[in-house]
């Protein structure tokens, strides 16, 4: 069985920031925690921010991928918030860091390019003017709103349920696409 390099990097760096900031964790230090080489790391990534997009990514957000363009979208999002609220500490401190690849700019990126290709998928052709339209409206405006809300949430303990949270998201990104979806048959945001 071959070594996930990857995935050593990632839950080392997890590993280390239940004791230390991520902001403070150095990649010399990921290393050797790790045991794996300077080379195999900048292998596979650009530097620790492009490491903490793979753990948002794989970890956070799993089912928000090419692979998965036929999920439900409220069930994937409480397996998201669900593990935002599991790696509580990393969340909070990835989307405080700022700067050049930083997490909360690739949040937006990420939600807009998938919705994108979720959308284009469920639509089955090319995606008219206002689906386009609404598609990136509905990506930044929830990513923007989620990322702020979710900081809160975590930041103060709010007493919101996972799924209530992701009920409420759901519904917000429904306005106005069960119309545009008629086509396609299916509203991608019903409960």
């Given amino acids: 069985m071959a070594?996930?390099?990857k995935e050593i990097l990632a839950n080392g760096l997890l590993e280390l920031n239940k004791t230390q900031s991520l902001s403070t964790i150095t990649i010399k230090?990921?290393?050797?925690y790790t045991k794996v080489s300077k080379q195999s790391f900048y292998n596979h990534f650009?530097?620790?921010n492009h490491l903490i997009q793979y753990?948002?990514?794989n970890?956070?957000?799993?089912?928000?991928?090419?692979?998965?363009?036929?999920?439900?979208?409220y069930d994937s999002l409480v397996i998201s918030f669900d593990n935002m609220l599991k790696y509580k500490k990393f969340m909070k401190e990835a989307c405080m860091i700022e700067g050049q690849n930083c997490l909360k700019d690739y949040i937006f990126e990420h939600?807009?390019?998938?919705?994108?290709?979720?959308h284009q998928e469920l639509y089955g052709?090319?995606?008219?003017?206002?689906?386009?339209?609404a598609t990136i409206y509905h990506?930044?405006?929830?990513?923007?709103?989620t990322l702020s809300w979710i900081l809160s949430w975590i930041l103060s303990d709010m007493n919101v349920e996972v799924e209530e949270m992701a009920r409420m998201i759901t519904q917000m990104r429904s306005i106005g696409m069960e119309k545009l979806f008629e086509k396609a048959g299916k509203n991608p945001y019903e409960i």
């Fill in 3 to 5: 070594l996930d390099i």
């Fill in 29 to 32: 230090q990921l290393l050797s």
């Fill in 46 to 48: 650009l530097d620790k």
């Fill in 55 to 57: 753990i948002y990514e």
């Fill in 59 to 73: 970890k956070i957000i799993p089912d928000f991928n090419d692979h998965n363009l036929h999920l439900s979208f």
């Fill in 111 to 118: 939600c807009k390019e998938f919705d994108l290709k979720w």
């Fill in 125 to 133: 052709e090319e995606l008219p003017e206002t689906l386009y339209f």
């Fill in 139 to 145: 990506a930044t405006a929830s990513s923007s709103m």
